[in-house]
């Protein structure tokens, strides 16, 4: 009997040092993957774009330029999408992954993993296999933004394209998300973390605590500012002024349908490129109600981003009322129907479902540290073959799809399977 304990005891303490090891290995590489190196390779000019120009053809009237209505315009291509974190971004990155296939473009993409050294700033050698003066028409995986260097990998006409999210909702979400790797909350009591999180959030916030940025002023941090600046700070002001005049549009969240109609007019799109379904969202039993009181805390903490979102809320709405506010519900209601019919027409049971009831592991979307929070899809069997191929690539998460379009995974990869054979 005695022998068997020792057995035991010394079976579990083998697999803890494996796995140990293992977690440490990885973290190393990953370490190792962020590992910058100063230097300053030659510059050339960036092409003015690679697309192949012959494909590009649409019968989209362009209404914001100055061309007559009856002129029909070509498709812009050159995007750069400011993917910022917990806003919807994982969606609209189905949309641009489509719309790159479509048109042949070139990809942008990160080495190894899944965004540009994040949080990092943004340096164009991160690009994978960048050499300079050579062509890109789309970036739009995460990084911490950096607009000199982004301005050296895409084409001088870029169109610049980014989304934010209430603040307080942005909060709640990226909290219940990432808290698992801030270690600074790893101590907090009870069942409602959110809340007593709110209650101090100083107790549990360091700005050089491991993680921490993603836990305070979120949307301004991506954008490439300092988190921790007090609201009032002169240079709050005037980041947001750079990033006012560096972006053409500011989509929201909450009004995704809308925001879409509004690329779509910037970018001379077709309302066949706009079709999405909701990718990268959470089941709802795991999103805390917030009361009144706590969303006011909320807000407080994370006073940057309100300034942020509300200087870009009024300007959606300035452009909105541009648009003509008639013209844009009837947009809104046909891309609805639109999305409805996809509905009906690829998706199992007509709703997501979650990770455990997913068939197919192609369909499986990557999960927070420590739990199974995000939903999915199943793709209906017996689609009529025109729809075969749209329904499965609107279905497809963000990691599978990036490796479909050949960008080198190799870590988020590895990750993945250390993550698997430990049920963690």
Request: charged content about 25%; overall charge neutral; glycine content about 4%.
């Amino acid at each position: 009997m005695f022998q068997k304990k020792k057995w035991a005891w010394w079976q579990r303490w083998v697999k803890h040092v494996a796995v140990g090891s293992v977690l440490i290995t990885v973290f190393l590489l990953y370490c190792l993957s962020t590992l910058q190196i100063s230097f300053n390779p030659p510059e050339f000019p960036v092409p003015l774009s690679c697309a192949p120009r012959s494909s590009l053809q649409s019968s989209q009237p362009n209404t914001s330029s100055s061309q007559q209505d009856s002129e029909i315009c070509a498709p812009k291509v050159d995007l750069m999408f400011m993917k910022t974190h917990k806003t919807a971004s994982s969606t609209f990155l189905n949309i641009l992954f489509r719309f790159g296939e479509k048109y042949k473009l070139q990809f942008a993409f990160p080495k190894g993993r899944n965004d540009f050294h994040y949080p990092s700033l943004f340096y164009r050698t991160h690009v994978n296999g960048y050499k300079s003066g050579m062509c890109f028409n789309i970036m739009c995986n995460h990084m911490r933004f950096n607009a000199p260097e982004v301005a050296k990998v895409l084409p001088g006409d870029t169109v610049y394209v980014t989304i934010l999210r209430d603040p307080a909702e942005l909060f709640e979400s990226s909290f219940h998300y990432f808290r698992h790797i801030v270690p600074l909350t790893w101590g907090i009591a009870g069942e409602d973390k959110l809340s007593e999180f709110l209650r101090d959030p100083d107790r549990y916030f360091s700005p050089d605590g491991i993680n921490s940025f993603y836990l305070k002023n979120m949307m301004f941090f991506d954008l490439g500012g300092d988190n921790t600046l007090d609201p009032d700070d002169p240079r709050v002001g005037e980041s947001i002024r750079l990033i006012a005049e560096r972006f053409h549009l500011v989509m929201l969240t909450e009004h995704f349908e809308e925001s879409l109609i509004l690329l779509k007019d910037t970018l001379c799109w077709e309302m066949d490129e706009l079709l999405f379904f909701k990718l990268n969202s959470r089941k709802a039993s795991t999103v805390s109600k917030m009361t009144l009181e706590l969303r006011t805390k909320a807000l407080e903490w994370n006073a940057i981003d309100c300034k942020l979102y509300k200087l870009f809320n009024s300007t959606f709405w300035e452009k909105v009322e541009a648009y003509g506010r008639k013209r844009m519900a009837m947009e809104v209601a046909e891309l609805r129907r639109r999305n409805a019919e996809m509905v009906e027409i690829c998706i199992e049971g007509g709703h997501s479902v979650d990770a455990a009831s997913i068939h197919e592991a192609a369909m499986q979307p990557w999960q927070p540290i420590g739990e199974k929070s995000i939903v999915g899809y199943n793709l209906k069997k017996n689609i009529d073959k025109p729809y075969q191929e749209l329904c499965r690539k609107m279905l497809t998460p963000e990691m599978q799809y990036l490796t479909d379009l050949g960008a080198n995974l190799w870590l988020i990869k590895l990750l993945g399977h250390v993550r698997k054979s430990i049920d963690w």
